[in-house]
């Protein structure tokens, strides 16, 4: 039993590392520097390219990541094994761009602080979690001179990047892919244990209100089908500044990176 453990720990081990390196191809290719950001009680790994112009920090969230391994084993590491956010984040050209990974993804060794499977299974919107995030996006604004920032997440970072979004005054707006909005509906839907230990956009409501926030969702996912946007949409004031936006023949992986910048300038077009 013990051999089989190493073993199975070794195995993780190659398989972050090797995402690690395609992550980092991936960001080096779009001209982003990598830093690992000390925010308690993580840390996080983040991929950067910073230019004077603008004043405005695009920040993108990774999803959850490989979170569970079957629907009754939780993963020992949550490192995605396909950086969507990182591609969507690669094919943006907008002058100022940070990539901010989820807790425990990509880090190793003492960087892996506080890695408790919980960070990723029922409290993975943490108020911890969420804190530390947002105090990320902080630590680079005030690096980088700018004073607004724009959240984009994919599946949860999408969550994440809305729970953001209703603690802040700086947001121009907020642009989701494929994110599981109402938590509740969506751990029902799935028949799944709810989300217990994690804050909740739909509970914010009031602040997300005047956010400008635009759904993105693929008529094609399974993971997270076009009816939880339009659950959490119906959660918000009728006449909030939110927008659902149906891609034809979209899943929950497949095609977002490629279809990114003409999908993006759509999105920058709702004012």
Not at 44 to 71: C, H, K, M, S
Not at 127 to 134: F, G, L, Q
């Amino acid at each position: 039993m013990v051999i089989l453990l190493g073993i199975c720990g070794g195995c993780t081990d190659f398989r972050v590392a090797e995402a690690h390196a395609d992550a980092d191809r991936i960001a080096k290719g779009a001209g982003f520097s990598s830093s690992v950001m000390d925010s308690a009680p993580f840390e996080l790994l983040t991929y950067q390219r910073v230019n004077p112009a603008g004043d405005t920090v695009v920040v993108y969230f990774e999803g959850d990541g490989l979170a569970w391994i079957n629907r009754g084993q939780v993963s020992d590491n949550p490192t995605p094994t396909d950086p969507v956010a990182l591609r969507l984040a690669a094919a943006d050209d907008a002058p100022t761009i940070v990539y901010l990974a989820r807790p425990c993804q990509f880090v190793a060794g003492t960087e892996r602080r506080n890695c408790d499977p919980k960070y990723w299974t029922t409290a993975r919107f943490a108020p911890e979690i969420v804190a530390a995030s947002d105090r990320v996006i902080d630590l680079i604004k005030a690096a980088t001179a700018k004073h607004k920032v724009e959240l984009i997440g994919f599946s949860g970072g999408g969550v994440l990047a809305t729970l953001i979004a209703a603690r802040r005054t700086d947001v121009g707006r907020v642009i989701t892919v494929a994110a599981n909005l109402d938590l509740d509906y969506w751990t029902s839907y799935h028949d799944v244990t709810p989300l217990f230990q994690s804050l909740k956009p739909t509970d914010f409501t009031a602040s997300l209100a005047q956010v400008i926030q635009i759904m993105f969702v693929g008529d094609r996912d399974d993971n997270v089908p076009p009816s939880i946007a339009a659950h959490y949409r119906a959660s918000l004031p009728a006449d909030a500044r939110a927008s659902i936006i149906s891609i034809p023949n979209f899943s929950h992986q497949c095609c977002w990176a490629d279809a990114w910048p003409n999908l993006l300038r759509e999105a920058r077009s709702v004012q």
